[in-house]
């Protein structure tokens, strides 16, 4: 729990779960892969202080963003299809988009590394 009340605390969480929805509204911008990143990072941390704000904390780090340092898969499209039922799909992984003479990859996404070795793993 908080420093704050518990009436001006459970207020708070309301709010920013309000903000959620807006989220949803920016997959339609065409967002560089850097804006799309910052804003998925900021939706996951309002998520994670939602959780540890209503007692369901998972685990997650609240204090820090995810790492930039980490690493992910380009998945090109038929095979990103499969991947695109996972739960873990949407929040973790980002569009393609090509730069400048950069080679343009029609629906292909950014995987995290270690979601695609889990998928890989036998048993």
Same mark, same amino acid.
């Given at each position: 729990?908080?420093?704050?009340?518990?009436?001006?605390?459970?207020?708070?969480?309301? +709010?920013?779960?309000?903000?959620?929805? =807006?989220?949803?509204?920016? @997959?339609?911008?065409?967002?560089?892969?850097?804006?799309?990143?910052?804003?998925?990072?900021?939706?996951?941390?309002? $998520?994670?202080?939602?959780? =540890? %704000?209503? %007692?369901?904390?998972? %685990?997650?780090? +609240?204090?820090?963003?995810?790492?930039?340092?980490?690493?992910?898969?380009? +998945? !090109?499209?038929?095979?990103?299809?499969? !991947?695109?039922?996972?739960?873990?799909?949407?929040?973790?992984?980002?569009?393609?988009? @090509?730069?400048?003479?950069?080679?343009?990859?029609?629906?292909?996404?950014? +995987?995290?590394?270690? $979601?695609?070795?889990?998928?890989?793993?036998?048993?």
């Amino acid at each position: 729990m908080s420093t704050l009340a518990p009436q001006t605390e459970i207020k708070a969480l309301q +709010v920013l779960a309000q903000c959620l929805p =807006y989220f949803d509204e920016l @997959a339609n911008l065409a967002m560089t892969s850097e804006d799309a990143f910052s804003a998925r990072q900021a939706e996951n941390l309002i $998520r994670c202080i939602i959780e =540890y %704000g209503e %007692g369901n904390y998972s %685990g997650r780090v +609240v204090s820090a963003p995810a790492s930039t340092d980490s690493l992910y898969v380009l +998945v !090109l499209w038929p095979e990103v299809q499969e !991947l695109m039922e996972y739960e873990w799909f949407r929040p973790e992984c980002y569009l393609h988009q @090509a730069f400048d003479d950069q080679e343009y990859h029609d629906s292909a996404y950014f +995987v995290p590394l270690d $979601r695609m070795m889990d998928i890989n793993e036998p048993g």
